[in-house]
Structures are given as C-alpha cells and as structure tokens.
C-alpha cells in the first residue's frame, strides 16, 4: 500500500542532498522470493547465506514503521501492479522482461494473470511447468527466477537531482530490477519523474555500470561516487557527461573500493552521510593511506576542468566547502571491532532529516560512537509504540534490530530510496 495519505496528485521527484528532510521513500518488502533461494544458488543469487524470512520481516517492518512516520513510503509491488492495470503496459513490460531472460515462452501464462497475481510472479519467480523431459531434467526450479535483492531498492535507480537515473547493474540476475523500476517511474500515476537510462544512451557500451549504493548526492554541486565491483569508471563518464550538458560547476568526489571482501560492494557500506557536518566511516579504507584513490573531478562550463587525486573524501569535501568531522563505524579503538561491525553494514546509516539517521542497533560500538558526538539512540519500538516523543529530540540515531538482514548484505539505505526530499541550505 502507499502510505502517507490518499494522493491522487502526482509527485514530483526530486533529490538534492543525502541528508534533507524525507518527504516520500520508495521500499520493498522482502517476500517469499527471500525463501525461493538455497544454499547452493545463494552465491548466484549474490547472498553468502539463507535468509529466515520471518526474522527478516520482523526487523523489516520496524524500519518501514519508523520511515511512515516522517515521510509517504511507496511499495514497489503496488506500484508495479498498478502500472499493470494498464493492458499495453503489461504486455510490452511482460515481453521485455521475458526477451532479457530468454523464456518467451511463458508470455500466455504471464499475460493470462491479473496484474496483482503477475506483480507477484515478477517479483517471486514463475516455478518450471516440468512437462517435458528436457525440463524434467533441469536442476532450475524457476522459469523465471525470483528477485532475491529486490529489497535492497537503492541499486537499480537514483533519484539525482530532478532525474531518476535508472541503474545498470553489474549482475544479470539484478536486471530485472531495473526494468521494473524503470517501468514504475515512467508510467505510475503517483509519480511524475523524468528517467535517464544509460542503457538507451547514443554512446552506450557494456562497460557502463552503475549502482545506486554507490551514488551520494553530498550537496546540489557535489556528488559521490564508488567504483569498483559494482559501478564503473565508465558509468562514472556517462554520468560526467550528463553534468557536462549544464553550465554549472560540479564536483565529482571518486572513491576506489576493493573487490573484497563482499561487505564493500558499495560506497554507501563505507561512507554514508549523518548531518550537515558529520559523516559515518569506515577509518581502515576511508581515512588510512590504501592504494584505492580518491579522485577529484571538477566539472565547469560544461568541461571537464581538472582530474586530480587527493588524501581523502573528507578532505576534499573541507576543501569545497562542507566541513565534515568523521565518525568512526566500530568506533576508534579496535580495527577488529571496526571490521566486525562494517561487515553487517555499520557505516550503512539511511539519513531521515538533518542529524536524524536510522541503522542497525547490532553495531554497539558503532552507535556508541555516535552517542559520543550527540546524537541521542532511540529504538525504534519505543518510537513506533510512541514511548517516545521524536519532536523531543533534535539529533537521534533509531536503532533496529538487524540480527537477520544484515546478513543479507546491507543496511537501512542499502533498502531505501528516497523519491523525494526537501533542500537545504548548508
């Protein structure tokens, strides 16, 4: 359901900063296409365990709850099944879909669904009708495999600016994800959004790769972006390329990511913004010399005026002008401790409002860190039984309980994003 109120007027997206006032924030949640997977697809799948789906949803739901209570929450399923009502749309997204995925021959069955049954079976996988031997055979359970990432809805599009982005993953088992989301933005009636798909560019090459998680909107001209197994320095030029079609100037902060261990598939799981002049980060990679660089691109006149590298994100940021104080995930003392606690996505803070962040209570050291620098910790169970007043507090971390989905690889931002928020002045 779309939460908020009873909206008919359509929405404008809209994203300037990491950290503005969330007005509107699109989600899945996690549904039995968490349970169509097994320990021997779970690496195909890109997960490294099984998720217990009921313990998932547990924690799932604090955070959703929490999210309703500041801003409209969109689910993706109802947006996709409205979007589906619409015969044309169905069929064209039907054989798109089924074209990527080399199973054409399911179209009768898929089109023969309502739009509420074929949103599921999108979303959920179409098991293999074993009517043949050839089929009998084949260990594939699914037609059409389940989407087991679905809830991490940071990845397959960015809300940048006034455009949605619309991603280009590294992972053929994610490019369902995409088109769906793609789909959703161009054709929902709740939204009114203008989309920019790398994959229709004139210049278009298979070596563009963009991910959501490592997209950070710092500032209107500033803009965050993590390369390594995910997102491409390719996909980093095509996005270079569209600021090059304004006559603004525009930096480009470039952060290299090692392709191990997993827990850095993204920049978002190693740097994530708190307030406007505070930074979640991972010390070991963000603040150490390493040989991963941090490249300064400065965009001005529509040029590409200067590449250079710098010491690191902090302190390009001080020199353009947004003076952020790091706070160490894990804390200051251990780099065990740090290590632990950044696997299970302790940098992985979703900002609700200025100095108003939501993560995972698992990482004590972590939100222990966070105390130090003057945010008050809430869980989110006292917020959402109203134990506690929220206009009481200027500067809070909401904790939930993230025993289960941090095992699937990600934090609160990794499973939001944000349609819509307010400017701000920094």
């Known amino acids: 359901m779309i939460k908020g109120d009873n909206m008919r007027e359509k929405l404008t997206t809209g994203v300037y900063s990491e950290i503005g006032d969330l007005e509107a924030v699109l989600l899945h949640t996690p549904g039995k296409e968490l349970e ?87 979303i959920e996988g179409v098991p293999m009708k074993k009517d043949t031997l050839t089929k009998f055979l084949n260990p594939e359970r699914f037609s059409l495999r389940p989407l087991h990432n679905f809830f991490f809805t940071r990845d397959s599009a960015v809300t940048m600016y006034d455009k949605t982005l ?33 994959a229709k560019s004139a210049k278009f090459n298979n070596n563009i790769l963009i991910e959501g998680g490592d997209v950070l909107i710092a500032r209107e001209d500033v803009l965050l972006i993590g390369i390594g197994s995910r997102t491409s320095s390719q996909g980093v030029d095509y996005i270079v390329e569209k600021f090059m079609a304004k006559n603004e100037k525009k930096h480009i902060i470039v952060q290299e990511l090692p392709d191990k261990p997993e827990s850095f598939i993204h920049l978002d799981m190693v740097f994530t913004f708190l307030d ?83 993560g995972y209570g698992r990482n004590v050291h972590t939100i222990e860190e966070l105390s130090k620098n003057g945010f008050d910790v809430l869980k989110a169970e006292d917020i959402i039984n109203e134990k506690v007043k929220i206009k009481d507090y200027k500067k809070f971390v909401v904790t939930i309980e993230g025993s289960e989905l941090a095992r699937g690889g990600g934090g609160c931002r990794c499973m939001t994003m944000p349609v819509k928020r307010k400017k701000i002045n920094f």
């Open 166 to 198: 619309i991603g280009r993953m590294a992972n053929a088992v994610r490019e369902r994800e995409v088109i769906i989301m793609e789909a959703i933005f161009d054709s929902s009636q709740q939204f009114n959004a203008r989309t920019v798909n790398p």
């Open 36 to 122: 169509n997977m097994t320990p021997e697809n779970a690496e195909r799948a890109l997960y490294s365990d099984v998720l217990n789906l009921k313990v998932a949803l547990k924690e799932y739901e604090q955070m959703e709850k929490v999210l309703s209570k500041f801003a409209k929450t969109y689910q993706v399923k109802d947006l996709l099944k409205e979007i589906l009502e619409n015969d044309r749309i169905k069929e064209n997204l039907v054989e798109k879909i089924l074209k990527n995925e080399c199973c054409i021959e399911i179209a009768s069955y898929l089109n023969s669904l309502s739009a509420e049954e074929l949103a599921t079976r999108l």
């Open 276 to 358: 406007k002049d505070k930074v979640m980060v991972y010390e070991p990679l963000i603040m150490k010399p390493t040989r991963y660089q941090t490249v300064h691109i400065v965009i001005d006149n529509g040029k590409v005026k200067n590449i250079s590298t710098d010491e690191h994100i902090p302190d390009v940021l001080k020199k353009i002008g947004m003076d952020m104080k790091p706070v160490f995930c894990g804390g200051k003392n251990d780099p065990w401790i740090q290590e632990r606690e950044q696997w299970h996505s302790g940098a992985n803070f979703f900002a609700i409002a200025p100095g108003k962040v939501i």
